[in-house]
């Protein structure tokens, strides 16, 4: 068996930022105390405030893009730089500079050039990896750097991680799970990057919500690995030498879903598929209904035939009933949530895709076709930007950390200083038939997480 425990973090701070007042929407402009960061409207900027620096004077305010823009990764950069094009329409007072992150000279070069042309603020680059390259050389120029990884351990002040990350998810959830009464939490995760990320987020998480420290098991990738782990997770053999046996009780299903295929692009509704054909469940007069497990919240974390296998592993060990306890999963789910009816009941946490509805109808008349997920990250970080430049205070770190946040296409999100981004999320729902539907909206605004 692969299974481990999880202890806590280093670093115990929460996903969270002070209460404020709402964030209202609006076109790239600072309405009173909050900046709204949408396409809904088609109107310029505000007009803007006091100017100061020579480049600015002269040309605007020059914005770095930093993206793949030759190899493998081309066309999603080009769908990138496309978005953030819209957030900053030529003659506007914020300038974009697009360069290749992929080219002969790498990222840091990339990013050394656009501070000599005397780049404001740094947007990018794709990956983690090209992150800590770029942010070392924006750093030691005093340069901000918002970057589209989802990788927070290239989090620092500074540099901004804008994907969206585990943790955010792993904090969304808890939340939502302690307001329905969940108090005790585990987590059963693969031994990735991914999982570990996880982890983390729901360690922090917990600590935040002034909840008990969580047991988490890590396993590999082997079926046996999968179900060991699950019953060690689960006290499966003492909740089975105190159970008595319950003749007539259902016979767990051994067929478990086979989330393979993906369903349609993130940000358009999941189509539903009817309940799996087949006769009743059979009976067994041996069979044995086991007491609760030592949790009532589950955090899992596979994908693909791992996932069949956990799900499978969920029924061997009787944890299924959402009233006993509530899974909880990543938001990659979400790509194929209606192949997962198995799990009904189940949570993951995610934008709303309703909230990016302006933005892509934008992209797509402008562009005749539909934008892609990671297209939101370079509109809204580019909309930002232009938008502050356009503000007395500039690029400046307390403008950039304002603890009421700012309205994107994924919803409302804050920079905090140590370089970690606070996101509003939704909490979906799997239902029976599969598909998921919202049961927990996004928040409008960002309020204090308990400590």
């Not at 358009?268 to 069979?287: F, H, R």
């Not at 946490?349 to 797509?364: F, S």
């Amino acid at each position: 068996m692969n299974g481990r425990t999880f202890g806590p973090p280093r670093d115990g701070n929460a996903l969270s930022m002070r209460g404020r007042r709402a964030i209202r929407k609006g076109a790239s402009a600072v309405l009173g105390a909050s900046l709204a960061l949408t396409a809904c409207s088609e109107s310029g900027p505000t007009p803007p405030g006091p100017l100061t620096s020579a480049l600015q004077q002269q040309g605007g305010t020059h914005v770095g893009l930093l993206l793949p823009m030759t190899g493998r990764n081309a066309r999603l950069g080009q769908d990138m730089a496309n978005a953030a094009k819209i957030a900053l329409p030529d003659g506007g007072k914020a300038v974009l500079d697009i360069r290749d992150t992929d080219g002969p000279s790498g990222a840091g070069a990339a990013a050394r050039a656009a501070i000599e042309a005397g780049d404001r603020i740094i947007l990018g680059p794709l990956t983690a990896a090209q992150t800590g390259e770029v942010g070392s050389v924006a750093q030691a120029a005093g340069v901000p750097e918002l970057a589209y990884t989802s990788d927070v351990s290239k989090a620092r002040q500074g540099v901004w991680v804008l994907g969206l990350t585990p943790e955010q998810q792993a904090q969304r959830l808890v939340v939502a799970a302690k307001a329905e009464g969940r108090r005790k939490f585990a987590a059963f995760l693969p031994d990735s990057a991914l999982g570990r990320a996880l982890a983390r987020g729901l360690m922090q998480a917990c600590e935040a919500n002034g909840l008990e420290t969580p047991n988490v098991v890590f396993h590999g990738s082997d079926v046996a690995s999968i179900s060991s782990g699950l019953k060690t997770l689960s006290d499966f053999d003492a909740r089975q030498k105190a159970a008595q046996p319950t003749p007539g009780t259902p016979a767990a299903d051994p067929d478990a879903v086979n989330p393979l295929a993906a369903d349609p692009a993130p940000g358009t509704a999941p189509p539903s598929i009817p309940p799996s054909a087949g006769s009743a469940p059979s009976t067994s007069p041996s069979a044995v209904s086991l007491g609760a497990p030592p949790f009532d919240a589950l955090l899992l974390g596979d994908t693909g035939l791992q996932l069949a296998g956990v799900i499978a592993a969920l029924k061997e060990s009787q944890i299924g009933s959402a009233q006993q306890v509530r899974i909880l999963g990543p938001a990659l789910w979400g790509a194929f949530a209606s192949k997962l009816s198995t799990l009904h009941g189940a949570w993951f946490a995610a934008p709303d895709p309703r909230a990016r509805a302006g933005y892509a109808q934008q992209y797509q008349r402008r562009y005749g076709v539909a934008p892609k997920p990671m297209t939101d990250m370079a509109y809204d970080s580019a909309a930002l930007a232009g938008a502050l430049v356009n503000q007395p205070s500039g690029l400046t770190l307390s403008s950039l950390t304002r603890s009421d946040g700012f309205a994107g296409v994924d919803g409302v999100f804050a920079l905090r200083p140590d370089g970690q981004v606070t996101r509003g999320l939704a909490v979906f729902e799997i239902s029976p038939a599969g598909g998921a539907s919202i049961v927990h909206a996004a928040p409008t605004r960002l309020v204090a997480t308990p400590s």
